[in-house]
């Protein structure tokens, strides 16, 4: 059962550690940040960088020091670097960074800053492959899913309705499963979550076949073996529509939310957080009501030891933003399904705006994330920290 209890959080301490000015230093981040034992975090912007790559240029990759000092690791050019990378980065032991750019590539950036492609899907804007935010084994292999290709038969322009992949240290790209469309699903835009056995666990954005064409979205599990399984289709009801990637807790249970469904924005719902269980049953954690308590939740959550939610909501908040309909929250969702509000963006010179990607926290309990717009440099986006 949903619980519509909202509150909001006075003891926070809001900071913008970057703000993008939309050149050479990046624009618009998309996704969140990773962090390292230094506290030093790491992200991508999908436009700045080289001028000479397109009117807004092709992205980067960043670090941010402790103190907001920002340095450019990597600069898109549009050729084997790929170009516009939308997802985020994971680190690995040896203090490598993986992630991947919407054109179609994956690859490695070492600690020396040296980029290697690993792999390069093939297609080409508009129906580039957008691989997402990949995973790591202990084997040193990646996971992920591209939002298209695969079977060519599927999607609207016959593009393809994507594929789970796996890719070896060498680069060996292995399919895992190829989305048909339907009860299938389709369209998976975020990446996929791994347990002890092996098995994989995403969304797709589409599919399901239950509300109307071309469906809001399912939950799937890949056996090891590449079976899946869909766990939940989204109805487009109450239970959501239109879901972010999930995150595992250690009794098997998935969490996430969906960008509408649920109850109020004009009948098509401000969107839920969501719990399926290992059977496949949901339950609506929190329904938004698109007022102070947020609306709209494009990125996934994390979980703290306590079994505390954090996420973000692109919309709903403030109503003193220069948006109708708000810029945004940062959210917590206790275990009993209490929300708390951490932070709701003004937007302006001295706030970010619109949160797209969610946030990562770290051991003192300080969140951390972005938002594509707002900002003191001409609405290019913040880099930002919240302290308890």
């Known amino acids: 059962m949903a619980i519509l209890v909202a509150h909001s959080a006075q003891a926070q301490t809001y900071q913008v550690l970057h703000g993008f000015t939309g050149g050479t230093d990046g624009s618009s981040p998309a996704a969140g940040v990773t962090l390292d034992a230094g506290g030093n975090l790491f992200g991508t912007t999908p436009a700045g960088g080289d001028?000479?790559?397109?009117?807004?240029?092709?992205?980067?990759?960043?670090?941010?020091?402790?103190?907001?000092?920002?340095?450019?690791?990597?600069?898109?050019?549009?050729?084997?670097?790929?170009?516009?990378?939308?997802?985020?980065?994971?680190?690995?032991?040896?203090?490598?960074?993986?992630?991947?750019?919407?054109?179609?590539?994956?690859f490695r950036l070492s600690p020396t800053d040296k980029f290697s492609p690993l792999y390069i899907f093939k297609g080409s804007a508009p129906l580039a492959p957008s691989p997402s935010e990949l995973i790591r084994?202990?084997?040193?292999?990646?996971?992920?899913?591209?939002?298209?290709?695969?079977?060519?038969?599927c999607?609207?322009?016959?593009?393809?309705?994507?594929?789970?992949?796996?890719?070896?240290?060498a680069g060996k790209k292995t399919v895992l499963h190829i989305f048909k469309g339907g009860t299938d699903?389709?369209?998976?835009?975020?990446?996929?979550?791994?347990?002890?056995?092996?098995?994989?666990?995403?969304?797709?954005l589409n599919g399901g076949n239950i509300c109307s064409s071309p469906g809001c979205g399912t939950v799937f599990k890949l056996s090891?073996?590449?079976?899946?399984?869909?766990?939940?289709?989204?109805?487009?009801?109450?239970?959501?529509?239109?879901?972010?990637?999930?995150?595992?807790?250690?009794?098997?249970?998935?969490?996430?939310?969906?960008?509408?469904?649920?109850t109020g924005c004009n009948s098509h719902g401000c969107g839920v957080v969501f719990k399926v269980s290992k059977t496949g049953k949901e339950t609506v954690l929190y329904t938004f009501t698109g007022?102070?308590?947020?609306?709209?939740?494009?990125?996934?959550?994390?979980?703290?030891?306590?079994?505390?939610?954090?996420?973000?909501?692109?919309?709903?908040?403030?109503?003193?933003?220069n948006s109708p309909a708000g810029c945004g929250v940062v959210f917590k969702l206790s275990n009993t399904g209490e929300e708390t509000v951490l932070h709701s963006f003004a937007g302006g010179p001295s706030d970010g705006e619109f949160p797209y990607a969610g946030v990562i926290r770290d051991a003192n309990g300080n969140l951390y994330g972005t938002t594509v717009s707002g900002g003191p440099n001409f609405d290019w986006g913040v880099v930002f920290k919240l302290t308890p």
């Not at 050729?79 to 590539?105: E, F, V």
Request: aromatic letters at 10%; charged letters at 15%.
């Open 137 to 153: 084994d202990g084997q040193g292999n990646l996971y992920g899913t591209t939002y298209t290709g695969g079977d060519l038969s």
């Open 291 to 321: 007022g102070a308590d947020g609306a709209q939740p494009q990125a996934g959550v994390i979980l703290d030891t306590q079994g505390n939610l954090y996420g973000t909501t692109y919309t709903g908040g403030d109503a003193s933003c």
């Open 185 to 204: 699903g389709e369209y998976p835009l975020a990446g996929v979550v791994q347990d002890a056995q092996g098995n994989l666990y995403g969304t797709t």
């Open 51 to 106: 001028s000479t790559c397109g009117n807004f240029g092709c992205g980067v990759v960043f670090r941010l020091s402790k103190t907001g000092h920002e340095t450019l690791l990597h600069t898109f050019k549009n050729g084997r670097d790929g170009a516009y990378p939308n997802a985020g980065l994971i680190r690995d032991a040896q203090h490598n960074l993986y992630g991947t750019s919407s054109s179609g590539t994956v």
């Open 155 to 169: 999607g609207y322009y016959d593009e393809g309705c994507g594929v789970v992949f796996k890719l070896s240290p």
């Open 224 to 262: 090891k073996t590449g079976k899946e399984t869909v766990l939940h289709t989204f109805t487009g009801g109450a239970d959501g529509a239109y879901p972010s990637g999930v995150i595992l807790d250690a009794q098997g249970n998935l969490y996430g939310t969906t960008q509408v469904g649920g």
